[in-house]
């Protein structure tokens, strides 16, 4: 088992930038395949990014591509969700979670979930 808690949201401007972390305790981010997905209110959750475990291999959904960037810090446990150029249409609550899947980017196969932080980007 692993324990997830996500942090860094906020309210941001079109344009600007956040920087979103998810920090792992009980299991070694090294382990698992970590993703991140979001959800707006009555929207269904969606992919975002994910890190695959092992070599760390990255995807990405075609709406963020380019603009955000995952990444880990193995030393601290924690994963990071850089999100540049931001739209109003990324507002949502963003999730970190963990999948022992090496390719999935499907929320069914990650077990492991944040509590979530939330991202408003205002226009």
């Known amino acids: 088992q692993v324990q997830l808690v996500e942090s860094g949201g906020g309210l941001v401007q079109a344009g600007g930038s956040l920087r979103l972390s998810c920090a792992a305790s009980?299991?070694?981010?090294?382990?698992?395949?970590v993703g991140w997905f979001r959800q707006a209110p009555g929207k269904e959750r969606e992919f975002v990014a994910v890190s695959r475990r092992s070599l760390f291999t990255t995807s990405y959904a075609d709406s963020v591509k380019g603009r955000f960037t995952i990444s880990r810090d193995s030393a601290k446990n924690t994963v990071y969700l850089q999100m540049n150029s931001l739209k109003p249409e990324d507002t949502a609550v963003y999730y970190c979670?963990?999948?022992?899947?090496?390719?999935?980017?499907?929320?069914?196969?990650?077990?492991?979930w944040g509590q979530g932080t939330q991202v408003t980007v205002s226009s």
């Open positions: 009980g299991r070694t981010f090294s382990t698992y395949s």
């Open positions: 979670a963990a999948s022992s899947n090496y390719y999935s980017t499907y929320a069914a196969d990650f077990g492991s």
